[in-house]
């Protein structure tokens, strides 16, 4: 079964730090490009990141990130895993959602999704 799981939530204060993992199970992880979103309360679901499949010939730039995150937040793989890991420091409130990864099977769509995990950052 092809599937993508998150872990990793949790509630923390502002200022904290939490690392959340996407296992991915029944596809090679690391010939997708993958992406972390978020979806806060009465809000649309926003991108956060996206990391591209390893190999890629593309010259630009592997990793991208929402304003709101940069400097903040970390994207990476590990591919003897088949993992894709969003590591968020200085959490603020702003960023209480639940977070999403999901793979990208083209430049503007993503076709596979986890449940979420829900990240709650206190003041």
């Known amino acids: 079964q092809v599937q993508l799981v998150e872990s990793g939530g949790g509630l923390v204060q502002a200022g904290d730090s939490l690392r959340l993992s996407c296992a991915a199970s029944g596809l090679t992880f690391s010939t997708h490009t993958v992406g972390w979103f978020r979806q806060a309360p009465g809000k649309e679901r926003e991108f956060v990141a996206s990391i591209r499949r390893s190999g890629d010939t593309w010259t630009g730039l592997s990793e991208e990130y929402a304003d709101s995150v940069k400097g903040r937040f970390t994207i990476s793989r590990d591919n003897d895993e088949n993992t894709v890991y969003l590591q968020m420091n200085s959490l603020k409130p702003e960023d209480t959602a639940v977070y999403y990864c999901?793979?990208?099977?083209?430049?503007?769509?993503?076709?596979?999704w986890g449940q979420g995990t829900q990240v709650t950052v206190s003041s």
């Open positions: 999901a793979r990208r099977m083209s430049p503007t769509k993503y076709d596979l």
